[in-house]
């Protein structure tokens, strides 16, 4: 400790770096005149109210902020750097918990919606149920919980100097990698239910053991349907013999609403018109349709090998091709609507396996997407991350 006493004026000390010059708010007492007879210097006046006591007389917990006027906050830079100053403050920590809690709301924006459509659409729902809407929301809201839970342990009772960029970018890694196994986990199940029911609707329909009942109850109705007093009444609800079993009726009276189709698995009725003209003038009689349909059939079975030796096809077999063609005159005849007057022109199983495949299975193939997106995402991060500890950098003084 150097110290130099100006005349009239303070202490000026130099303890090092980090020490700032305070001002005494005591005024310093003023010497009495010196008499011409004195032989030594008049001494300064000392009064109890500005003595103090010692410079470094602290005990072990209390450590002087000011020495002699000198501002040094704990011995300035000689002190040791104490632990919580190394710690985040609160209010950083908050904002970090924030973001990232956004961040992780807007990835999971767009499968909740997705499991919140399946949710009411009544196809999908009527078919597998909620079940697997009800995980998907589970699992973006767990991702959520876990992250917010994570963020606030790790900020409040990890040590300090692991509270770095590094650390902060290896945990929102973990959890954006976390959502996307989560969501290509969800996509599978969800794929391979649009794929069985469209096979089943469209090939399987009538036997297949998740469409069979739903036909039996609609081939009942539509029993009821053709009565003779129930064809000409709005609605088979006002027919006699009429029962509510949910949640068939119901699904086959918001089905033939929303995609206006008549029929579920109805085996269509081709009407055969007869032209007797035509018939006379080919000379045409039960034989002679008899000959048509197997030659036609003789024709459609010949194998491609066969076809290909032989280019041009006998022309008996395509006049008797063009005559029964002339011959039949299919129309397909739908049955009638069972819950309104409508009479649609449409397959309602058609319809419900299109519409199935189109929105459960591009669901599917969107969530597994973006599940494959946030994996590559955090492999890039990770990767980049990787590099910049390869970069050289100038090292920083930190006592500058």
Same mark, same amino acid.
């Given at each position: 400790l150097k110290s130099t006493r100006l005349a009239h004026g303070p202490i000026?000390?130099?303890?090092?770096?980090?020490?700032?010059?305070?001002p005494h708010s005591r005024a310093m007492s003023q010497p009495p005149p010196m008499s011409r007879g004195s032989l030594s210097p008049p001494a300064y006046t000392t009064d109890p109210q500005y003595s103090t006591p010692p410079?470094?007389?602290?005990?072990?917990?209390?450590?002087?902020?000011?020495?002699?006027?000198?501002?040094?906050?704990?011995?300035?830079?000689?002190?040791?750097?104490?632990e919580h100053d190394l710690k985040v403050p609160a209010g950083m920590r908050n904002v970090f918990i924030a973001i990232g809690a956004t961040l992780v709301?807007?990835?999971?924006?767009?499968?909740?919606?997705?499991?919140?459509?399946?949710?009411?659409?009544?196809?999908?729902?009527?078919?597998? %149920?909620?079940? *697997?809407? /009800?995980?998907? &929301?589970?699992?973006?809201?767990?991702?959520f919980v876990v992250f917010v839970v994570t963020m606030v342990c790790f900020f409040k009772f990890s040590v300090p100097q692991a509270q770095t960029e590094q650390t902060v970018m290896m945990m929102a890694n973990v959890f954006?990698?976390?959502? %996307?196994?989560? *969501?290509? /986990?969800?996509? &599978?199940p969800l794929s391979r239910q649009a794929t069985d029911t469209y096979t089943n609707l469209m090939q399987r329909c009538d036997?297949?053991?998740?469409?069979?009942?739903?036909?039996?109850?609609?081939?009942?109705?539509h029993n009821i349907r053709n009565a003779p007093g129930c064809e000409a009444k709005y609605s088979v609800e006002e027919c006699d013999g009429y029962q509510d079993a949910a949640p068939y009726t119901t699904f086959l009276?918001?089905?033939?609403?929303?995609?206006?189709?008549s029929g579920f698995c109805y085996q269509h009725v081709r009407k055969v018109s007869e032209e007797p003209a035509a018939v006379a003038q080919e000379?045409?009689?039960?034989?002679?349709?008899?000959?048509?349909?197997?030659?036609?059939?003789?024709?459609?079975?010949?194998?491609?090998?066969?076809?290909?030796?032989?280019?041009?096809?006998?022309?008996?077999?395509?006049?008797?091709a063009s005559s029964a063609k002339d011959f039949h005159n299919p129309v397909i005849d739908f049955p009638p609507t069972l819950f309104n007057n409508g009479n649609y022109k449409a397959s309602c199983d058609g319809m419900v396996a299109r519409d199935i495949k189109n929105f459960a299975g591009d669901?599917?193939?969107?969530?597994?997407?973006?599940?494959?997106?946030?994996?590559?995402?955090?492999?890039?991060?990770?990767?980049?991350?990787?590099i910049g500890f390869c970069v050289h950098r100038e090292p920083v003084d930190k006592n500058y």
């Open positions: 000026i000390s130099s303890l090092g770096r980090g020490c700032a010059w305070a410079i470094f007389q602290a005990s072990a917990s209390q450590r002087p902020s000011t020495i002699g006027g000198l501002n040094c906050g704990g011995y300035g830079s000689l002190a040791p750097r104490q709301l807007l990835l999971c924006v767009v499968p909740v919606w997705n499991a919140l459509a399946l949710l009411q659409d009544q196809n999908y729902v009527f078919w597998h %149920g909620k079940n *697997l809407p /009800l995980w998907m &929301l589970g699992l973006c809201a767990g991702v954006i990698t976390l959502l %996307g196994l989560a *969501l290509m /986990l969800v996509s &599978l036997y297949s053991p998740e469409t069979h009942r739903l036909f039996e109850y609609s081939q009942v109705l009276k918001s089905m033939e609403s929303d995609f206006r189709c000379g045409g009689n039960a034989s002679k349709a008899d000959d048509v349909a197997a030659a036609l059939l003789l024709f459609r079975d010949r194998k491609s090998k066969t076809l290909q030796a032989d280019h041009t096809a006998p022309q008996s077999v395509l006049g008797m669901v599917s193939y969107q969530t597994f997407y973006q599940g494959i997106y946030l994996v590559l995402i955090a492999i890039t991060t990770s990767f980049l991350k990787l």
